[in-house]
């Protein structure tokens, strides 16, 4: 007990011998103790009012009250008095009923020495204090967590929740005070095993005490939809040892959706810039860089690679008979059939204006000519619109040992340009 402070202590009890006695077990001290009685709980609660008690000692039988609804009532008319019940009931149950009821301690009439009295004082207004103390700090904790615009979690070393800040209780549609005390693993983290807890970063990090960050995860919203965040989970220690964790997160949907909608953008600028955006099939850059990867290949593993060039007799004259929107039908139609007739490992594009290229892997010079004559007849047999009829000139070559890309697709012009020489609607191969 402090020496240096005065103690206010308020007495409540009717019982004449029992004030006598706690009046001597008092009286006569240096330490500083100013003792108040009243006999009635109506008094004592006056007194209380008056905020002038440091303690309060309190019998629960008084001629205005009895029972728990005694202790009740000092309590909720002073809640940061301790109160110390004196009673005669030595049941343990009883004194553990009071405990919970706020009661600091409870001691026994006739049973209790001035030490043990003074003593019991002392210690009472201590945890008083450091419980007011805490309580504080609880609040200024809320205060604080409460305008942070991400949400914080806080949990003990069971993964029961101790705290939960407005805003995760509006990311995770959840209330605190629906929740307190009980574990959240299984209602926060998808997939948890309720025996393991297995599958939540926050199980691990109670095990490890290991502080962990998560740029992206999901937790599950109370409606059971997934809320995709990013976090960081942090333990608490006390002595070396976890005895919570601290989780702040933030929603990280939009952050998602941009994300989404650049992939998107960026894989349209990809196509864009492979695509040939009429005919929908490679363009002439994107063909480019594939011949060198092909050709690469065929002299490392020496492996046959031939080229087909191919482009539409007298297309000059549909444009100017027909127009340029039926010109380009007849393109789109063209990249279509031939699209249909050759395999997938074929690469196939838009040269430039009615000229096309198909790189055919792992084929010689007899068989890129037969793919060649099989894709002029297709074309030939077609039915363009109106009973019109379009015909084409096929230059085929092989790749050779030395070959460059250029050297390569050169021959197979050339072999077109014969294919026209000698009457348009035509294989030739060099």
């Not at 402070?5 to 009890?13: F, K």
């Not at 553990?96 to 001035?114: C, P, W, Y």
């Not at 960026?266 to 040939?276: F, G, M, P, R, V």
Request: aromatic share 4%; net charge negative; with cysteine.
């Amino acid at each position: 007990m402090r020496q240096e402070e005065s103690i206010n202590v308020l007495l409540i009890e009717d019982d004449a011998a029992d004030v006598f006695l706690i009046r001597e077990m008092l009286a006569g001290t240096e330490d500083g103790i100013s003792l108040k009685q009243t006999a009635r709980l109506s008094e004592g609660l006056a007194v209380i009012s008056g905020g002038d008690v440091d303690i309060v000692l309190l019998d629960m039988n008084l001629p205005d009250s009895t029972g728990i609804k005694t202790l009740t009532k000092v309590v909720e008319t002073a809640p940061d008095v301790p109160v110390i019940v004196l009673t005669g009931n030595s049941d343990e149950v009883f004194g553990m009923e009071v405990v919970r009821n706020s009661a600091q301690d409870f001691l026994i009439k006739g049973g209790t020495d001035k030490k043990t009295l003074k003593r019991a004082i002392s210690y009472a207004i201590e945890r008083k204090r450091s419980e007011t103390a805490l309580k504080e700090s609880e609040n200024r904790l809320r205060t604080i967590t409460s305008v942070l615009g991400e949400g914080l979690i806080v949990v003990d070393r069971e993964g029961r929740l101790m705290l939960m800040n407005p805003e995760a209780e509006k990311l995770l549609g959840l209330r605190e005070k629906d929740l307190w005390g009980q574990e959240i693993l299984e209602l926060i983290c998808p997939g948890v095993m309720a025996e393991t807890k297995a599958s939540c970063p926050l199980s691990e990090i109670l095990v490890s005490g290991l502080c962990m960050r998560m740029h992206e995860d999901v937790f599950l919203k109370s409606d059971g939809t997934q809320l995709p965040v990013a976090h960081i989970s942090t333990p608490m220690i006390e002595r070396g040892e976890v005895v919570g964790a601290v989780i702040a997160f933030h929603d990280i949907s939009e952050r998602k959706q941009h994300m989404e909608m650049l992939r998107q953008a960026n894989e349209l600028l990809a196509h864009q810039a492979t695509t040939d955006t009429l005919t929908g099939i490679h363009n002439r850059l994107c063909f480019n860089e594939m011949l060198i990867a092909e050709t690469n290949r065929a002299r490392r593993y020496s492996l046959p690679l031939s080229l087909i060039m191919f482009d539409l007799d007298h297309f000059k004259k549909i444009n100017d008979t027909f127009g340029h929107g039926v010109g380009d039908h007849v393109l789109r139609e063209t990249a279509r059939l031939v699209s249909g007739h050759i395999r997938e490992m074929d690469i196939f594009a838009r040269w430039g204006g009615e000229e096309f290229m198909v790189l055919v892997p792992n084929n010689d010079l007899i068989q890129a000519a037969f793919v060649a004559e099989k894709l002029r007849g297709v074309i030939e047999a077609h039915d363009f619109g109106d009973n019109l009829k379009v015909t084409s000139s096929f230059g085929v070559a092989e790749f050779r040992a030395g070959d460059s890309d250029d050297v390569f697709a050169v021959r197979a012009d050339e072999a077109m340009y014969r294919a026209k020489s000698n009457g348009r609607n035509r294989v030739e191969s060099l």
